[in-house]
């Protein structure tokens, strides 16, 4: 009886086991036939072509790397989809002769991804070259609108100033101002502060250096003069 190898699949995957590139495995795209331009709602029908018929697993790789197992299909051609279902809604898996077919009935944003086909043959894990499927990347243009004109005068509006211009654009400038101007008034403060500062030093010092005193520490007495 066949068992579904998915936890031993995504258990050997979980350790950042590259696995083997066999080179029987190949995987061709039946549906689109430019599988560049795939729309969201549109199928997608995949083929995993190989040499044996022991059963194989289809996974998908995310954008980020991370491994989503979709579907085992066994040698009686009975597929087995993740959490041991037998159907699946999303996907559907086929087998026919040593071709296995995968197909993405409605493919939406959350199915792109890398597409592997896998077989475990003699304890190995072999893996085909990996089919990208991505929606093709949508560019949007944004409306240009003419200048209003008119016929008779017309009057010019004055150019914005660069500070108008930068409140604009840069929805901070409000908080860059309340921040650095009371800053800079207190950074005019403290400098007009020093300098009254110094200048009152220096006047204090020129009036002591007015004031000689003598050497011995009394003042000089004037000389009297006889009657």
Not at 108 to 114: A, C, F, K, L
Request: net charge positive; hydrophobic share 35%.
């Amino acid at each position: 009886m066949d068992t579904s190898p998915a936890p031993l699949l995504l258990l050997a995957l979980g350790f950042c086991c590259p696995g083997i590139y066999g080179q029987k495995l190949e995987v061709k795209v039946r549906s689109p036939e430019d599988i560049g331009q795939l729309r969201v709602g549109q199928r997608l029908e995949l083929e995993c072509h190989t040499d044996r018929g022991h059963g194989a697993s289809w996974i998908r790789q995310d954008s980020s790397g991370t491994l989503h197992f979709i579907v085992f299909i066994n040698s009686l051609s009975k597929p087995t989809f993740e959490g041991g279902q037998r159907t699946s809604t999303r996907f559907e898996a086929s087998k026919d002769s040593t071709i296995y077919r995968l197909a993405v009935k409605s493919f939406t944003p959350r199915d792109q991804g890398s597409y592997f086909c896998v077989m475990n043959l003699n304890q190995m894990l072999h893996f085909s070259p990996g089919q990208p499927a991505f929606l093709p990347a949508t560019t949007t243009v944004a409306p240009s609108t003419p200048a209003p004109t008119s016929q008779g005068s017309t009057t010019e509006e004055p150019n914005l100033t660069s500070a108008e211009g930068r409140m604009r654009g840069d929805p901070n400038f409000f908080c860059h101002i309340f921040i650095w101007v009371p800053l800079a008034g207190a950074c005019l403060l403290l400098l007009l502060a020093l300098v009254v500062t110094i200048v009152l030093c220096q006047q204090t010092r020129r009036r002591r250096c007015r004031c000689k005193r003598p050497a011995n520490g009394k003042p000089p007495t004037k000389p009297r003069t006889p009657n």
